[in-house]
């Protein structure tokens, strides 16, 4: 029987905030890629924090044009303020993206299950992620890092399309700096003045050290990247148990009530969006469902 | 100072194979190093060579007048670089560009044709090494084709 992610349990303040959306502030938007920005916000409807697990997402809400669900990237030791990085693809996300310091934004949330990042204490830990992958991982490199000794090798395994997609490009350059933490970052392609890598995330799990057996890993980014990344760890001998990928699909109500995020059986907002692949092998490689 | 011998034998192209043929291998290498910005072969060029990277990291390049060069692989430390060499007329297909300092093992591709000629043990070995090789290239090639990270 496949371990669960960790069971969400952490609640925002107000009991209703699961339904109604809480008010934030916008305290700051940086740009991370042409198109990616990372807001900072505040409560702006209550006082207190907003409690989450590393891989849980909320709704945000661009009001007059919808709601949209957003992985949280912040770190979890720091519930009082909110970390979320947006890319633009529509309507709501643009406006999300536009905001401005004191802007609102209506949150619901926190939703879904979590990165098993106390389960994997005691062990390996390989976290692959591509593209905006990166962002629902933070959370678990952040709490990782926090408990370092706790953890055997980490590497830590990100690949972009291109040197300017790349997302929080400093924070990667302080964790490469370490010498507890082996990051490893590759583009697909890439103009002669880049010094890093080229080639797909596939490639370096290859070389990344990890004592297969006794390693979990977590994978997040395009549904195509995770199925190779997969095929990829399990060929290096890592049980499809201790393989985690976050799912993405079209999340509306958190609950699993509308069931617009529903793949087979499960409702992604609700018993997602992180799983075992264990548990998701037959709907994730599912051509229809 | 390492001999050819050992580093072949260290590097993982040719993990598990008999020393005798790597011993044979060695004897049609030699090591050079590439300062940072050399071209380890240009695209056109005779492939006179084919490239073992001991330490290092080379960029394979494709150079369009309009773009200029563009990256589409790093070869690194481990892997090995002129794969193509096996077919005729044995010209280089890319520029490939040592990124910083480089070491390398240079197997002589005439001399390596001719041992496999007449040691066909030996030339299995070699294709067998060459055949996962390009099953690994073709397979990341593709994902890079599919644009994975595309809108």
Same mark, same amino acid.
């Given at each position: 029987?496949?371990?669960?992610?960790?069971?969400?349990?952490?609640?925002?303040?107000?009991?209703?905030?699961?339904?109604?959306?809480?008010l934030?502030?916008?305290?700051?938007?940086?740009?991370?890629?042409?198109?990616?920005?990372?807001?900072?916000?505040?409560?702006?409807?209550?006082?207190?924090?907003?409690?989450?697990?590393?891989?849980?997402?909320?709704?945000?809400?661009?009001?007059? $044009?919808?709601?949209?669900?957003?992985?949280?990237?912040?770190?979890?030791?720091e519930?009082?303020?909110?970390?979320?990085?947006?890319?633009?693809?529509?309507?709501?996300?643009?406006?999300? +993206?536009?905001?401005?310091?004191?802007?609102?934004?209506?949150?619901?949330?926190?939703?879904?299950?979590?990165?098993?990042?106390?389960?994997?204490?005691?062990?390996? $830990?390989?976290?692959?992620?591509?593209?905006?992958?990166?962002?629902?991982?933070?959370?678990?490199?952040?709490?990782?890092?926090?408990?370092?000794?706790?953890?055997?090798?980490?590497?830590?395994?990100?690949?972009?399309?291109?040197?300017?997609?790349?997302?929080?490009?400093?924070?990667?350059?302080?964790?490469?700096?370490?010498?507890?933490?082996?990051?490893?970052?590759?583009?697909?392609?890439?103009p002669?003045?880049?010094?890093?890598?080229?080639?797909?995330?596939?490639?370096?799990?290859?070389?990344?050290?990890?004592?297969?057996?006794?390693?979990?890993?977590?994978?997040?980014?395009?549904?195509?990247?995770?199925?190779?990344?997969?095929q990829?760890?399990v060929?290096r001998?890592?049980?499809?148990d201790?393989i985690?990928?976050? $799912?993405?699909?079209?999340?509306? +109500?958190?609950?699993?009530?509308?069931?617009? +995020?529903?793949?087979?059986?499960?409702?992604? +907002?609700?018993?997602?969006?992180?799983?075992?692949?264990?548990?998701?092998?037959?709907?994730f490689?599912?051509?229809?469902v | 100072?390492?001999?050819?011998?050992?580093?072949?034998?260290?590097?993982?192209?040719?993990?598990?194979?008999?020393?005798?043929?790597?011993?044979?291998?060695?004897?049609?290498?030699?090591?050079?190093?590439?300062? %940072?910005?050399?071209?380890?072969?240009r695209?056109?060029?005779?492939?006179?060579?084919?490239?073992?990277?001991?330490?290092?990291?080379?960029?394979?390049?494709?150079?369009? %007048?309009?773009?200029?060069?563009?990256?589409?692989t790093?070869?690194?430390?481990?892997?090995?670089?002129?794969?193509?060499?096996?077919k005729q007329?044995?010209?280089?297909?890319l520029?490939?560009?040592?990124?910083?300092?480089?070491?390398?093992?240079?197997?002589?591709?005439?001399?390596?044709?001719?041992?496999?000629?007449?040691?066909?043990?030996l030339?299995?070995?070699?294709?067998?090494?060459?055949?996962?090789?390009?099953?690994?290239q073709?397979?990341?090639?593709?994902?890079?084709?599919?644009?994975?990270?595309?809108?």
């Amino acid at each position: 029987m496949a371990p669960e992610p960790e069971e969400r349990t952490l609640r925002p303040p107000q009991s209703d905030g699961l339904m109604v959306p809480q008010l934030f502030r916008v305290e700051s938007r940086r740009r991370d890629t042409p198109d990616t920005y990372t807001l900072t916000m505040t409560p702006a409807s209550f006082a207190g924090e907003w409690p989450f697990a590393p891989g849980q997402f909320n709704m945000l809400t661009a009001f007059g $044009l919808g709601e949209v669900p957003i992985s949280i990237s912040g770190d979890p030791t720091e519930p009082q303020r909110l970390i979320h990085t947006i890319r633009i693809a529509g309507a709501a996300t643009r406006s999300l +993206c536009q905001a401005v310091k004191g802007d609102i934004v209506g949150v619901r949330g926190p939703f879904g299950t979590t990165w098993p990042v106390r389960e994997a204490e005691g062990r390996d $830990l390989i976290i692959v992620a591509g593209g905006l992958g990166l962002a629902p991982l933070r959370p678990a490199i952040y709490h990782a890092l926090a408990h370092r000794p706790a953890y055997g090798n980490i590497e830590l395994i990100y690949g972009a399309r291109t040197p300017q997609d790349i997302l929080y490009y400093r924070e990667l350059q302080g964790w490469r700096g370490r010498f507890d933490l082996r990051v490893h970052v590759t583009v697909d392609t890439a103009p002669p003045e880049w010094r890093g890598r080229v080639g797909v995330v596939t490639k370096i799990i290859s070389e990344a050290r990890f004592d297969p057996p006794n390693t979990v890993a977590l994978v997040c980014g395009p549904g195509v990247m995770m199925r190779f990344t997969v095929q990829e760890l399990v060929g290096r001998g890592v049980e499809p148990d201790n393989i985690f990928v976050s $799912l993405e699909r079209n999340m509306q +109500c958190g609950q699993g009530l509308c069931g617009h +995020c529903q793949l087979g059986p499960l409702f992604i +907002c609700k018993d997602g969006p992180v799983y075992p692949f264990s548990r998701v092998k037959g709907w994730f490689e599912m051509r229809e469902v | 100072m390492e001999t050819v011998e050992a580093a072949l034998a260290a590097h993982p192209f040719f993990q598990g194979m008999a020393p005798e043929h790597v011993a044979a291998m060695a004897a049609c290498g030699r090591p050079v190093q590439f300062k %940072a910005g050399d071209f380890l072969c240009r695209e056109a060029e005779e492939a006179l060579d084919f490239y073992v990277i001991i330490s290092g990291s080379v960029s394979v390049e494709i150079f369009s %007048a309009r773009r200029g060069p563009v990256t589409t692989t790093t070869v690194d430390e481990g892997e090995v670089l002129g794969w193509l060499w096996f077919k005729q007329p044995y010209h280089w297909h890319l520029d490939a560009r040592a990124r910083q300092v480089t070491r390398t093992i240079a197997l002589e591709v005439a001399a390596l044709k001719a041992r496999c000629e007449e040691d066909h043990n030996l030339g299995y070995e070699l294709m067998k090494r060459y055949a996962h090789y390009l099953a690994v290239q073709f397979r990341v090639t593709k994902l890079q084709l599919v644009d994975m990270y595309g809108a």
